[in-house]
Structure formats: C-alpha cells, structure tokens
C-alpha cells in the first residue's frame, strides 16, 4: 500500500521554524517528484516547494524564497520542508504528495499520492 505520512507540525512562535518529514511506505520516494502544498481554512490549496526524481527544486509559489527550503534523504525514504521565519498568515495544513515522473507541477491536481497533513500554526 502506497502511503505517505507528514509529521513535523505544531504551534510555533512568529519568527520561529520547523521541519516537516514526508515519510513514504509501500514505493521509493526516488522515483517521483514530491510536493509540498498548504491549506488554510477558507482558502484554495495553494503549492509551496517541489524537489523533482532527480533533485532539482521548484519554487511553487514566490512567498517561499529565502525562508523555506526542501530536500531529500534517500536513506530515508523522506523529503523534508525547512521552514523558516514563520509568519502567522503561514498557519495552513500541509500536505505533501508525490507524482511518479521527473516533473513539478505548481498545480496540486497532478500529483497522484497524498499525505493526511500536518497542522502548522503560527501565534503568539
């Protein structure tokens, strides 16, 4: 059974960080472009990073540059979302998903697979 699962997120200071794991089960994560995208309530999904099969990175949306990065640790079958300099309009559910070729889509309706979530809330 293909799976993956996000885990990271939590309540977290203006200005703080966190690390969000996207860990897949059940197929090798190097073998498909994996996206991050978010959600806030009320608000349309909207794409954040995406590390395509062969490593290259897209920037899905402009906000993203200089304060959130993506990688890859094949050894654990897991792409990580570095956030940084969080700010409280970065409050959504992310999510990641894998689409199985070398190929990043800004738009969230490619991707075949998805996580469950993970809640990131920034507040003070």
């Known amino acids: 059974q293909l799976q993956l699962v996000e885990s990271g997120g939590g309540l977290v200071q203006p200005g703080g960080s966190l690390r969000l794991s996207c860990a897949a089960s059940g197929f090798t994560l190097d073998s498909y472009a994996i996206g991050w995208f978010r959600q806030a309530p009320g608000k349309e999904r909207e794409g954040v990073l995406c590390i395509s099969s062969s490593d290259d990175v897209t920037y899905l949306a402009d906000f993203v540059k200089g304060h959130f990065t993506i990688s890859r640790d094949s050894t654990k079958n897991t792409v990580y979302l570095q956030m940084n300099g969080l700010k409280p309009e970065d409050t959504a559910v992310y999510y990641c998903?894998?689409?199985?070729?070398?190929?990043?889509?800004?738009?969230?309706?490619?991707?075949?697979?998805w996580g469950q979530g993970t809640q990131v809330t920034v507040s003070s």
């Open positions: 998903a894998a689409v199985p070729w070398d190929r990043c889509y800004s738009d969230y309706r490619p991707y075949h697979y």
